[in-house]
């Protein structure tokens, strides 16, 4: 996953939202832990074990740690992947903002930023994803095109008009 901002996944245990793209990721990182990488590192822990004094051994530590990192990801993806909600449905495509649009905004120096609202699980900022818990998220949701918001961000408040709303993603050119 991407770095996040100020949202995290939640590990509550209540049910969230996802989109189907972002429940296929989660289901491939998992996948990829337990048929790939725990198995690389489980070799390279067996390995490093045989090498003697453990106590001492640098690889062995790492390995053990490394190991018990990948172990509470899974533990972590399997609790989340059980009680998400996927939403298949696309949203109303009335010009409001809904989970799941894509949306064109401008701020005030004119420039134009293109998100798609997701869940917290699953938001990527270098895929322009925004979860609907951010703080844009929150502000965003249920507004229309032409609207004026103003999103409270930690790096400080920004206007910004809603230039376009689309249920795909077919965002026009700035």
Request: charged fraction near 35%.
């Amino acid at each position: 996953m991407g770095t996040r901002e100020k949202t995290k996944p939640d590990t509550s245990g209540k049910p969230g939202y996802i989109t189907p793209e972002g429940y296929l990721r989660l289901e491939k990182e998992a996948n990829y832990l337990w048929n790939e990488k725990r198995p690389a590192v489980t070799q390279a822990l067996t390995d490093a074990a045989a090498e003697g004094d453990r106590s001492e051994n640098a690889e062995y530590i790492y390995r053990k740690r490394q190991l018990a990192e990948i172990d509470r990801r899974l533990r972590f993806l399997r609790k989340r992947l059980d009680v998400l909600n996927v939403v298949h449905e696309k949203p109303k495509a009335d010009g409001r903002i809904y989970f799941g649009c894509y949306v064109t905004l401008e701020d005030e120096t004119g420039e134009r930023v293109k998100y798609r609202i997701v869940g917290p699980d699953e938001w990527e900022i270098e895929k322009n994803e925004i979860s609907m818990d951010s703080p844009m998220g929150r502000v965003l949701l249920g507004k229309e095109e032409n609207d004026e918001v103003l999103v409270r961000r930690p790096k400080g408040d920004t206007n910004f008009t809603i230039i376009e709303v689309s249920v795909e993603n077919n965002f026009m050119q700035p």
